[in-house]
């Protein structure tokens, strides 16, 4: 698989020098590798092959521009989750035919716009949104296309940050309610059902959870159906989740084997909303360490130009990025809590981590970052948002450079 190895010690990506790259660009900054999202995107599209099916790239994973278009660039769909993704899906090329509209909290204008726009499909979350696309797309003399997202109160088993199908969380509605407003919809002149929808959680590791959320879709399209009222295709959202710490996972493969048979009996088109499993793994961030502290026993605190301001996700929930030294000196290894530079104590990236020994100007990489990593960048602290480098065997490129001072106070008096 290409991406992030160790060539003679040294981590570097698809044969690039992540050494070069940071003394370019300056650290913080994010390295993505383009052969690894073709690679990553390849393997789940060949694991579906068999069934009609669209991958709609979920853009809150990564949404930088040039991933965006590299995602389409492979045949991708996209999925968007606010007027701010649906326009980056837009620039980056994707027709409105190609974009599914999901989120818990649609404005009266993200709806207007969606449905203007004529999106594949707009995935209600609750009958109150349901009637305001239905009003909206009367005012505007068309039909929306929209989907019903379930919740089936399905445990994801993953972290209950990112668990979203329970009946506790705020996400979609209940099988008995979906089942109604699917049959109200059908009688709506604004209204153009196409497809249920499911998302239980993100970082899903099991496959049973994935597999019973397309079974409980698979039912209720099939009780529709008796009543008349039918759909184009059935959204088994996203989910699968990666390996962060060297543990095994389920592959496409794994999880096609887990969803397809029930859709295939089914007879309906298959809709996926896949992030973390494609970019994941195939970006990292990489920081210099600031300075070296004593912590306590022998311990030291490493204190690193990246932090919450970059990758959030530690901090969000607990989440373990492993940290490795890109030219690890020779010596005794030393244990540490490795912080960022914000004013937060929370701003730790990794607590008790073993690490080679250290020195400040050296460069460590968090590996595993390329999703909901810089998407979920602050300027806290007046923090400027980093740069990104995406990397091809033959080369890189800056495709997005750092934020300047003047670019974070242009909206303000
Ligand atoms: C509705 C929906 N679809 C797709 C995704 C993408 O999930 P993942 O990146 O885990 O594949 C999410 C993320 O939580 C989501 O909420």
């Known amino acids: 698989m290409p991406g992030f190895f160790r060539d003679n010690q040294r981590l570097v990506c698809d044969g690039q020098s992540l050494e070069a790259i940071a003394s370019d660009v300056g650290t913080p900054c994010y390295v993505y590798s383009a052969p690894a999202i073709r690679a990553r995107y390849a393997e789940l599209a060949s694991a579906f092959a068999g069934h009609p099916h669209a991958i709609h790239y979920a853009l809150k994973a990564n949404s930088t521009l040039a991933i965006v278009r590299l995602l389409k660039s492979l045949g991708a769909h996209a999925d968007a989750n606010s007027a701010g993704e649906i326009d980056v899906a837009l620039r980056a090329g994707f027709a409105p035919s190609e974009i599914v509209f999901t989120g818990v909290g649609k404005t009266p204008e993200e709806i207007e716009r969606a449905v203007g726009l004529g999106l594949k499909a707009i ?206 000196r020779p010596g005794a290894a030393i244990s540490a809590d490795i912080v960022g530079p914000v004013c937060e104590t929370t701003d730790t990236l990794g607590v008790d981590r073993t690490l080679p020994p250290v020195e400040p100007g050296d460069l460590l990489a968090a590996r595993d970052a390329g999703a909901y990593g810089s998407v979920m960048g602050s300027n806290y602290n007046r923090r400027l948002l980093p740069p990104e480098v995406l990397v091809e065997e033959d080369g890189w490129r800056v495709i997005r450079r750092r934020q300047t001072i003047d670019e974070l106070l242009q909206t303000e008096t």
């Open 123 to 328: 995935n209600a979350e609750s009958f109150g949104e349901m009637d305001r696309i239905d009003r909206i797309a009367r005012r505007l003399g068309t039909r929306a296309r929209v989907a019903v997202r379930i919740n089936p109160d399905i445990d994801a088993l993953s972290h209950p940050g990112i668990s979203t199908g329970r009946k506790t969380n705020k996400f979609g509605v209940a099988i008995e309610e979906a089942r109604a407003m699917c049959r109200e919809m059908a009688t709506r002149a604004g209204l153009h059902l196409v497809g249920l929808h499911v998302h239980v959680g993100s970082q899903v590791t099991k496959l049973e959870p994935l597999r019973r959320a397309a079974e409980a879709l698979v039912a209720l399209a099939t009780e529709l159906e008796r009543d008349g009222v039918s759909v184009e295709h059935l959204d088994v959202g996203g989910g699968l989740g990666i390996s962060y710490d060297g543990g095994s996972v389920p592959t496409a493969a794994d999880y096609a084997a887990a969803v397809l048979p029930a859709i295939e009996a089914s007879g309906r088109s298959l809709v996926l909303e896949p992030g973390r499993v494609i970019v994941g793994p195939a970006g990292i961030l990489l920081m210099r360490v600031v300075d070296l502290k004593p912590h306590s026993a022998g311990k030291f605190f490493v204190i690193a130009d990246a932090g919450m301001t970059e990758l959030m996700r530690p901090m969000l929930y607990g989440a373990y990025h492993a940290i490795e030294a890109v030219t690890p």
